[in-house]
């Protein structure tokens, strides 16, 4: 009866919070109610995390003594953690998002499969189903941890090559295997009451071990191209790996807003998916540049290269311009500087507009916000489906920093690994200017038909600094008119 | 009124598949423009997990327990507060056209937003 009041209050508040999730969520659907939609989701894990500290009422008797310490570590432990992500969250810069959400993604698998150990080492789960469910939350959080992990050194550049071996699907089917038998094992152990051959506390360890290292080899072969995709398989992993904790834990918000994630994230990794013109499995399980071995024929016609200064002219003079940013862009750093061109050019009458492609950028949509961050009113920034019929009435398409999203032959060429891929109509423009580093091949290894085409012009050099030199052209017009 | 749950075989299920669909669909409306930010978001709604944490803790009975409850609380925290730091940031960026007048200066990369 002592403990009703406390389990009442909690029972409340999680309710509160997986409704605060749902609600916040459904707010982020759109530009403006976004911002308030994270803060009401926010409010919810207020309430959740205020009201677990009620747990302390209703502690089994052999957990007593220990009480106020573990509340004290509780306290420590969110601190640290929170403060320490918080901060990091606050200061780390928009290029580098894909690998900060791949960190606090694996934070989360990571939290999952501890929970997880805490149940095993504790032997509280009654049942097969309960124990079952854990140790498959457990997998999933761990491959998620170390998953992310390597996600994460790859997308900062600490891990720089795919690593790839002789035989890697096979080794990682032998461990996915043993994972899975080690678990097994343990199950049948606990059934059964037999004495397991090495002490359960050792083939738990193993277990999470075996899984661990399953993450670590199914990621070290995936290409730092394919990561979008990677990072939303991660994502759902956890989700669903908080939502099965969930249920051993019987906390039903737990296991709503893991599932909902989960199922969030799934989506999300099919859009990706697609975007690539890539099935998830052969992200997963196929090396990238394996089927990029296509034979190189002529390309017809020539590059034409042109200078920074007279292309920002031609755009200064045209009607309607659309420009196309890509990941290259934003390895320059040149956001800032598109903007302030293309506030010149709007100054004087152009029409502009950006048209992102979904895989532009490493993770989903990140192009998107590292234009926003520079400034770029999001009523500018159209998406594929929506600007792809407007390339053939604008005067201009200026690309800067992307290539496999615009080559023609992913519509045409039926022998290209690109073929079916969903690209941006650059090519029907009148004029295409082209802003590259020198004349080498996308991501993909794949020559770019565009490039070459009649009505396409290459700009050479680094985006900011042929920005920079565009800028000055108009300028020096407008200087010179008023003189 | 009963306060304490039990959630058992086919009300799991349902619940598991309501939450999914609930998921899929929310999902679903949200437009491209938004996907890195819906991404960090539904990042840190999985920091509920930290709940979980705090549940193992504070009914840890032996030092093994409490040195694993730690890292459940340490890593879910994070997980929550980060994945709520980097959304929020984000969001804060969309502007229209017509709300750049009130906000003139575009940010710089170092700056603090």
Known sequence: MFTMIPQLIIGV????????????????????????????????????????????????ATARPYLPGNIALALVALALGGGLAWWSGRKVAMTAMPQMVALYN??????????????????????????????????????????????????????????RIQGQQIVNLVVMVATLAVGGYIVFVTLAGAAPVITMPALIGLFFGLA???????????????????????????????GLEGFVLQNPALMIAGMVVGAAGMLLTLLMAKAMNRSVSNVLFTNFGTVAKHKKGDMPGSLKPVEAGDAGIYMRYAAKVIIVPGYGLAVAQGQQKLYEFVKLLQSAGVEVKFAV???????????????????????????????????????VALVIGANDVVNPAARSDKSSPLFGMPILDA????????VKRGGGAGYAGVENGLFYGDNCNMVYGDAQAVLVKMIEAVRGLGLSAAA | MEAQIEITGFVALYIFMLAAFAGWVIIGHVPAILHTPLMSG?????GIVVVGGLFALLNASTVTEQ??????????????????AVT?????????????????????????A
Not at chain 1, 16 to 45: C, D, E, N
Not at chain 1, 218 to 235: F, R
């Open chain 1, 13 to 60: 508040a999680d309710l509160a919070a997986a409704l605060l999730f749902l609600y916040g969520l459904k707010r982020m659907s759109s530009p403006v109610t976004a911002p308030s939609g994270i803060f009401v989701a926010g409010l919810g894990m207020l309430v959740a995390i205020l009201a677990s500290f009620l747990y302390a009422f209703g502690v089994s």
């Open chain 1, 212 to 242: 661990l290292l399953f993450g670590i080899l199914m990621t070290l072969p995936i290409g730092g191209a394919d990561m979008p995709v990677v990072i939303s398989i991660y994502n759902a992993f956890t989700g669903l790996a908080v």
């Open chain 1, 427 to 434: 090519d029907k423009a009148k004029k295409v200017y082209v």
């Open chain 1, 106 to 163: 694996g934070m989360g698998g990571g939290a999952a499969g501890a929970i997880a150990a805490v149940e095993l080492f504790g032997g509280t789960a009654n049942g097969v189903t309960q124990l079952v469910v854990t140790l498959i939350g457990a997998l999933i959080g761990a491959v998620s941890l170390s998953g992310s992990l390597i996600a994460w050194a790859k997308l900062d550049g600490i891990l720089n090559k795919p690593l």
């Open chain 2, 67 to 84: 040195a694993i409850g730690f890292v459940a609380v340490l890593l879910g925290a994070g997980n929550a507060a980060g994945g709520y």
């Open chain 1, 357 to 395: 492609h979904p895989v532009a950028g490493r993770m989903p949509g990140q192009m998107d916000v590292l234009l926003a961050e520079a400034g770029v009113p999001y009523d500018l920034i159209f998406q594929l489906e929506d600007i792809n019929d407007d390339f053939a009435a604008a005067d």
């Open chain 2, 42 to 46: 539904s990042n840190f709604v999985h």
């Open chain 2, 88 to 112: 929020d940031r984000m969001l804060a960026m969309f502007q229209t056209s017509g709300q750049q007048t009130k906000h003139a200066k575009p940010r710089s990369h170092t700056k603090k």
